[in-house]
């Protein structure tokens, strides 16, 4: 789908204002070249050029991947390495955190079978996120990555999904409302199934079987049945993820997210909630504006009022399921993984010489890496310049996951570093995973209080570094559940047993999921305002 041209707000220089749309971002061999040649310190501005319908070549054969690598450029238009690299070379390294499948047989034919199957995403629909991206990086947007820890088989139903896709929207119009900048919105929905874990065996009462990997695995059930890595569960979670993007992109475009009915996104158990109040509020003041824009003659239809951009993203894990829906794009002849918009590598994975790595430095998706207080600046410099030879804006987004603490002692030094390597990057918060406690009556959950002051420390670090805090990353659900402590609603420890629905993590609920926004609205607006961003 050619988008419609967006203006962004801000006052980025001419060389860091992007056209976000496909057609500018379809890049041909001149500009590719053109791009490749810049300096690698400069903040790059795609060229535009005439529209080209993207069309996606199915992954064949190993023998077609190798051919493809024969030409003669190392450098995608989009930044990706692909010297010597084709979609099956990270089969020479090292794969950590991959299932033991006991039938290869059976784990052959389903991947085959993904392979022929159609890509969930297109390579113009990533070169457009990355547009955006460039332009968070720059100090012009706010990026939104929000949904389930992982996915579940069980919990797939549409009313889930709109309720996630609802409170994200209620998000992005608090964000932008609050904040004076437009939101980027990225689910973690369509293909968030697998998890890594610490070990691969799990214990209980001495009975050991294989550690619970995600709903595409295995089941979570402490059964040897459940808990067979089983192949034909990549087929319906495939299945699984086209069926989210059909109702996201049916949402995204078919009117639901019109600004017109910013006052109906409120959720029903949220009608008396402080938070569902205050989002009313905002709601009247968001329709008051659009009927001022009315009565001055702006056109309430423009596609701008009447639909949004809404982006995929989940940890790609298991390599065999990515590399099967890694294809070609016919109008750069480069390689994308097709089965998200965005893909991002953890901690525990992202060895510079392994598989994962060797993966995603040649995919020319934007792409996301952890980091924490336990990543040494000189090293994450290092895997950015790798995965980003040619430093263009966007490729690259490094997602902290710290505590707040930790957060104010450590990031200092890794933006110093970045910053001292003249590398693009976009920051990006993940307050989640540094704040997991185990309660006394078992259950594993995150003090909203906590989750709140990493986000803080986050925007404080960067405004003193003089940097720009880009974007969050939530584990978050549009449900009504108990499984994150605190927050206006004042869930206790005790009340986790309620609605603790989590197959894995615990997520902010969707009341929850809003105070915070709220609280990053006020802070980014106040803090846009102090820098003389804010129009």
Known sequence: RASTPRVFPGRATPSQNMAMTMRSLALKAPEAAALRSSSRRTVRRAAAVAPARAVIMPLQSETAAAASSKE??????TGANIKDWTPVSWREKEALQQPNYTDQAELAKALDEISNRPPLVFAGEARNLQAQLANAAAGNAFVLFGGDCAESFAEFRADNVRDTYRVLLQMSVVLMYGAGVPVVKLGRMAGQFAKPRSEDMEEINGVSLPSYRGDNINACEFT?????????????????????????????????????RVAKWNLDFMEDDKRGDEYRKLAA??????GFMGACGIDEDNPAMRS???????????????????????TTEEFYGCSAHFLWCGERTRQPDGAHMEYFRGISNPIGIKISDKSDGEGVVALVRSLNPENVPGRITLISRMGAKKLREHLPRLITAIQDAGLNVLWVSDPMHGNTVKTDNGYKTRPFEAIRDEVMAFFEVHEKMGTYPGGVHLEMTGQNVTECTGGSQEVTAADLELRYLTHCDPRLNASQALELAFLMSSELGKMRRRQGLAK
């Open 224 to 260: 040897p049945e459940a808990r067979r890595p089983d192949p034909a569960r990549l087929l319906r979670a495939y299945e699984q993820s086209c069926s989210t993007l059909n109702l996201l992109r049916a949402f995204s475009n078919g009117g639901y997210a019109s600004m017109q």
């Open 308 to 330: 949004t951009d809404f982006f995929t993203a989940h940890e790609a894990l298991h390599l065999g399921y990515e590399e099967r829906l890694t294809r070609l794009d016919s």
């Open 285 to 290: 003041n968001v329709d008051a504006a659009i």
């Open 72 to 77: 003669s450029k190392s450098i995608s238009a």
